[in-house]
């Protein structure tokens, strides 16, 4: 179609992008950006990748512990998605089409109208099923990435086959807590870093990802409530389930844990069953209920661990 047609008035195609693994705060700003940025040539959608009907591009963060399963499963809804990574350097990934994370709100939109110039040009929609409808849309130039900030990559990195494992933050000052549950986490399948109080718990949040949490209450500084009422008014963390272990077992406790969010509360000394049982439906809810995304991350169900023995997670 001749440009002059499509500046006439001919809508141009909605494509889709889908984000894996970004934060709440990253993923609000992209979508301001997307949206209020010049779209003379092109649409685009931004959101994840459950809320969108189909998906025509992937932003990929690669320090997410996710990110790898919402990429498998976009993939399986569209083989021909196309991939962006973002990681610290722009390296990362088994796409051509990389970006520094410090870069991304600065050149995404470039970035994506180049993706729409070079793997949708030559069809007249986007990725969309065969049941949904588009305008057809122009023929845009290729517009070459900006130096030293969207890097193509000559030689792909191999992404794993798997997605990766579960991770678990523990925090508790008892040295004893801490490894049994550590050893406890492990049998499930779940990887765990320990933290001595609530400063280094907050430390630990700020520098990685982690599917799940479990708190101490009574701890010297800040106590598990505080630290898990933060947790949950972050915008980053407040989707992690976050289990509180403690002595406390009186209603009024067990109210607080509540008011500030916990998923579960579990009362020491506590013991496999319940432990195990708190652990699977914290996770399962945080996943919908997608006992097949547990599993292709390592996680072992309640029934495989019980199997293994039953001893008990005494208090220190």
């Keep these: 179609m001749p440009l002059a047609d499509f500046v006439r008035g001919?809508?141009?195609?909605e494509y889709h992008v889908a984000l894996c693994g970004l934060t709440d705060h990253k993923a609000h700003l992209l979508q301001v950006v997307v949206s209020s940025a010049p779209t003379s040539k092109h649409k685009f959608r931004v959101g994840q990748p459950e809320t969108l009907p189909w998906v025509d591009i992937a932003l990929v963060e690669t320090m997410s512990s996710v990110s790898a399963m919402l990429l498998t499963e976009v993939r399986r809804r569209n083989p021909k998605a196309v991939a962006v990574f973002v990681s610290?350097?722009?390296?990362?990934?088994?796409?051509?089409?990389r970006i520094a994370r410090r870069s991304l709100l600065l050149q995404i939109h470039r970035l994506l109208e180049q993706i729409v110039a070079e793997e949708f040009a030559g069809s007249s929609t986007s990725a969309a099923p065969p049941s949904a409808t588009a305008p057809v849309a122009a023929r845009a130039p290729s517009i070459p990435p900006a130096p030293a900030l969207v890097e193509i990559a000559t030689a792909p990195d191999i992404m794993p086959s798997r997605p990766p494992p579960l991770v678990a933050l523990v925090v508790d000052d008892s040295d004893a807590i801490r490894e049994q549950t550590r050893a406890a986490l492990q049998r499930a399948?779940?990887?765990s870093r320990q933290a001595a109080d609530a400063a280094q718990g907050m430390a630990l949040l700020?520098?990685?990802p982690f599917?799940?949490?479990?708190?101490?209450?009574?701890m010297p500084g800040m106590d598990g409530y505080e630290l898990c009422r933060r947790v949950k008014h972050d915008p980053r963390t407040r989707r992690m389930p976050v289990l509180m272990l403690t002595s406390r077992s009186s209603p009024f406790d067990r109210a607080r844990g509540a008011l500030v969010?916990?998923?579960?509360?579990l009362v020491k000394p506590i013991t496999w069953d319940s432990f195990y049982q708190a652990v699977e439906k914290a996770l399962l809810k945080s996943v919908k209920n997608d006992h097949q995304a547990l599993a292709l991350r390592g996680f072992r169900s309640q029934a495989a661990v019980l199997a293994m023995g039953r001893p008990a997670l005494k208090e220190a």
């Design 10 to 13: 001919v809508e141009p195609v």
């Design 88 to 97: 610290d350097h722009g390296q990362s990934g088994d796409s051509r089409y």
């Design 189 to 191: 399948g779940i990887r």
């Design 206 to 208: 700020e520098q990685y």
């Design 211 to 218: 599917d799940l949490a479990l708190f101490d209450v009574v």
């Design 261 to 265: 969010g916990c998923d579960s509360y």
